[in-house]
Protein backbone atom coordinates (compact mmCIF):
# COMPACT_ATOMS: atom_id res chain seq x y z
CA UNK A 1 0.00 0.00 0.00
CA UNK A 2 0.75 3.81 -0.90
CA UNK A 3 -2.00 5.31 0.99
CA UNK A 4 -0.19 9.21 0.78
CA UNK A 5 -0.23 8.36 -2.96
CA UNK A 6 -3.84 6.98 -2.61
CA UNK A 7 -2.62 3.52 -3.74
CA UNK A 8 -4.76 0.91 -1.59
CA UNK A 9 -3.60 -2.32 -3.47
CA UNK A 10 -1.42 -4.84 -1.46
CA UNK A 11 1.75 -5.58 -1.15
CA UNK A 12 3.31 -8.56 -3.24
CA UNK A 13 4.14 -9.72 0.45
CA UNK A 14 1.20 -8.23 2.63
CA UNK A 15 -0.73 -11.46 4.59
CA UNK A 16 -4.08 -10.15 3.00
CA UNK A 17 -3.13 -11.69 -0.13
CA UNK A 18 -5.30 -14.81 -0.46
CA UNK A 19 -6.93 -15.00 2.79
CA UNK A 20 -10.57 -13.36 1.79
CA UNK A 21 -13.67 -15.51 2.59
CA UNK A 22 -15.06 -16.89 -1.22
CA UNK A 23 -18.69 -16.08 -1.54
CA UNK A 24 -20.62 -17.72 -4.16
CA UNK A 25 -20.56 -14.36 -6.18
CA UNK A 26 -16.96 -14.00 -5.61
CA UNK A 27 -16.72 -16.59 -8.25
CA UNK A 28 -17.65 -14.15 -11.37
CA UNK A 29 -16.55 -11.05 -9.92
CA UNK A 30 -13.83 -8.60 -10.69
CA UNK A 31 -12.04 -6.54 -8.78
CA UNK A 32 -11.91 -2.42 -8.88
CA UNK A 33 -9.27 -2.82 -11.80
CA UNK A 34 -11.41 -5.60 -13.26
CA UNK A 35 -9.27 -8.36 -12.37
CA UNK A 36 -10.77 -11.75 -11.32
CA UNK A 37 -11.88 -11.28 -7.65
CA UNK A 38 -10.75 -14.77 -7.17
CA UNK A 39 -7.21 -15.57 -9.08
CA UNK A 40 -5.36 -18.36 -6.83
CA UNK A 41 -7.47 -19.79 -5.42
CA UNK A 42 -9.03 -17.50 -2.78
CA UNK A 43 -10.15 -13.99 -2.47
CA UNK A 44 -7.72 -10.88 -1.15
CA UNK A 45 -8.81 -8.73 1.64
CA UNK A 46 -9.77 -5.07 0.31
CA UNK A 47 -11.00 -3.95 -3.12
CA UNK A 48 -8.45 -5.22 -5.30
CA UNK A 49 -6.49 -8.65 -6.10
CA UNK A 50 -3.03 -9.30 -6.23
CA UNK A 51 -1.50 -11.34 -8.71
CA UNK A 52 1.38 -13.31 -7.35
CA UNK A 53 4.38 -11.86 -8.83
CA UNK A 54 5.91 -13.69 -11.32
CA UNK A 55 1.95 -16.51 -12.26
CA UNK A 56 1.73 -16.89 -15.66
CA UNK A 57 -1.50 -19.36 -16.01
CA UNK A 58 -1.10 -19.66 -19.98
CA UNK A 59 2.96 -20.18 -19.68
CA UNK A 60 3.73 -17.73 -22.50
CA UNK A 61 6.58 -15.75 -20.76
CA UNK A 62 4.09 -12.63 -19.94
CA UNK A 63 3.15 -12.53 -16.05
CA UNK A 64 -0.58 -13.02 -15.90
CA UNK A 65 -0.30 -8.95 -14.14
CA UNK A 66 1.22 -7.43 -17.11
CA UNK A 67 -0.96 -9.21 -19.58
CA UNK A 68 -4.58 -8.48 -17.20
CA UNK A 69 -2.83 -4.77 -17.55
CA UNK A 70 -2.23 -4.20 -20.35
CA UNK A 71 -4.63 -6.52 -22.68
CA UNK A 72 -7.95 -6.86 -20.28
CA UNK A 73 -7.10 -10.44 -19.45
CA UNK A 74 -4.31 -13.48 -18.34
CA UNK A 75 -4.60 -15.26 -21.70
CA UNK A 76 -5.34 -12.30 -24.58
CA UNK A 77 -1.24 -10.85 -25.40
CA UNK A 78 0.22 -13.28 -27.91
CA UNK A 79 4.21 -12.46 -27.08
CA UNK A 80 5.13 -12.27 -30.82
CA UNK A 81 2.63 -10.42 -31.45
CA UNK A 82 3.71 -6.36 -32.34
CA UNK A 83 1.21 -3.81 -30.88
CA UNK A 84 2.20 -0.06 -30.74
CA UNK A 85 5.34 -0.31 -32.36
CA UNK A 86 6.42 -2.30 -35.39
CA UNK A 87 9.65 -3.22 -34.04
CA UNK A 88 8.65 -4.41 -30.56
CA UNK A 89 6.78 -7.14 -29.83
CA UNK A 90 5.02 -7.51 -26.56
CA UNK A 91 7.59 -9.97 -25.05
CA UNK A 92 10.14 -7.06 -25.85
CA UNK A 93 7.58 -4.43 -24.10
CA UNK A 94 7.27 -6.88 -21.24
CA UNK A 95 10.72 -6.69 -20.27
CA UNK A 96 11.74 -3.45 -21.04
CA UNK A 97 8.78 -2.12 -18.69
CA UNK A 98 6.80 -0.20 -21.84
CA UNK A 99 3.33 -0.13 -23.14
CA UNK A 100 2.60 -2.24 -25.73
CA UNK A 101 -0.37 -0.14 -27.63
CA UNK A 102 1.64 3.55 -27.42
CA UNK A 103 3.56 3.45 -30.36
CA UNK A 104 6.49 6.16 -28.82
CA UNK A 105 6.71 3.40 -25.82
CA UNK A 106 9.79 1.55 -26.29
CA UNK A 107 13.23 1.61 -24.83
CA UNK A 108 15.57 4.82 -25.75
CA UNK A 109 18.16 7.23 -24.47
CA UNK A 110 16.43 10.13 -23.77
CA UNK A 111 19.11 12.19 -23.51
CA UNK A 112 22.96 12.16 -24.82
CA UNK A 113 25.07 14.82 -23.65
CA UNK A 114 29.17 15.07 -24.22
CA UNK A 115 31.35 17.02 -22.24
CA UNK A 116 33.89 18.26 -23.77
CA UNK A 117 34.71 21.31 -21.76
CA UNK A 118 37.85 19.38 -20.26
CA UNK A 119 38.91 17.44 -23.66
CA UNK A 120 38.20 14.25 -21.43
CA UNK A 121 34.74 13.21 -24.06
CA UNK A 122 32.94 12.02 -21.74
CA UNK A 123 29.55 10.89 -22.74
CA UNK A 124 26.48 10.91 -20.02
CA UNK A 125 23.41 8.79 -20.85
CA UNK A 126 19.97 8.75 -19.89
CA UNK A 127 16.74 6.63 -19.89
CA UNK A 128 14.10 5.50 -18.13
CA UNK A 129 13.94 2.73 -15.65
CA UNK A 130 11.56 0.83 -14.60
CA UNK A 131 11.41 -1.56 -11.33
CA UNK A 132 12.59 -5.71 -11.56
CA UNK A 133 14.90 -4.36 -14.40
CA UNK A 134 19.11 -3.83 -14.75
CA UNK A 135 20.65 -2.65 -17.85
CA UNK A 136 23.44 -2.66 -19.75
CA UNK A 137 24.81 -0.31 -21.74
CA UNK A 138 26.94 -0.67 -25.40
CA UNK A 139 28.64 1.07 -27.83
CA UNK A 140 30.63 0.93 -31.11
CA UNK A 141 32.09 3.78 -33.39
CA UNK A 142 31.12 2.14 -36.84
CA UNK A 143 27.89 1.17 -37.57
CA UNK A 144 28.76 -0.83 -40.97
CA UNK A 145 30.81 -3.09 -38.22
CA UNK A 146 27.97 -3.84 -36.09
CA UNK A 147 30.72 -4.87 -33.59
CA UNK A 148 29.33 -3.25 -29.93
CA UNK A 149 31.56 -3.36 -27.36
CA UNK A 150 29.96 -3.90 -23.41
CA UNK A 151 30.97 -0.94 -21.64
CA UNK A 152 28.73 -1.33 -18.88
CA UNK A 153 27.12 -4.44 -16.93
CA UNK A 154 24.19 -4.45 -14.65
CA UNK A 155 23.15 -1.01 -13.89
CA UNK A 156 20.34 -1.35 -11.19
CA UNK A 157 17.32 0.77 -12.08
CA UNK A 158 17.07 3.97 -10.60
CA UNK A 159 13.84 5.23 -10.67
CA UNK A 160 12.27 7.08 -12.66
CA UNK A 161 16.14 7.77 -14.81
CA UNK A 162 19.07 5.88 -14.73
CA UNK A 163 21.94 7.38 -16.05
CA UNK A 164 25.58 6.45 -17.10
CA UNK A 165 28.33 8.38 -17.98
CA UNK A 166 30.70 6.56 -20.05
CA UNK A 167 34.48 8.15 -19.12
CA UNK A 168 36.51 5.47 -21.58
CA UNK A 169 35.40 7.27 -25.18
CA UNK A 170 38.46 8.31 -27.14
CA UNK A 171 38.78 10.97 -30.07
CA UNK A 172 36.21 13.11 -31.21
CA UNK A 173 33.70 10.06 -31.87
CA UNK A 174 31.15 8.73 -33.21
CA UNK A 175 29.97 6.66 -30.72
CA UNK A 176 26.99 5.02 -31.46
CA UNK A 177 25.09 3.16 -27.97
CA UNK A 178 22.92 0.61 -27.32
CA UNK A 179 20.48 -0.31 -24.69
CA UNK A 180 20.57 -3.74 -23.02
CA UNK A 181 17.34 -4.77 -20.68
CA UNK A 182 17.18 -7.70 -18.30
CA UNK A 183 14.63 -8.70 -15.93
CA UNK A 184 15.45 -9.30 -12.51
CA UNK A 185 15.65 -12.93 -11.05
Known sequence: ????????????????????????????????????????????RGAYEQFPPSQDSDSDGL?????CTYFGGITNA????????????????????????????????????????????????KWASYPGRSYSVFRCDNLSTGSFSLVANHLPAT???????DTNTVGPGPWIYRLGIQLDE
Request: glycine content about 8%; aromatic content about 8%.
Open 63 to 67: PDEWE
Open 78 to 125: NPDDIEGHPSYANRDHFIAGTNPHEPGSFPKFDDIVVDETNNAGHVLL
Open 159 to 165: LPINSYT
Open 1 to 44: QDVPRGNFRLRWDSPGINSGTNLPESFDAVDLDGKPRILDGTAD
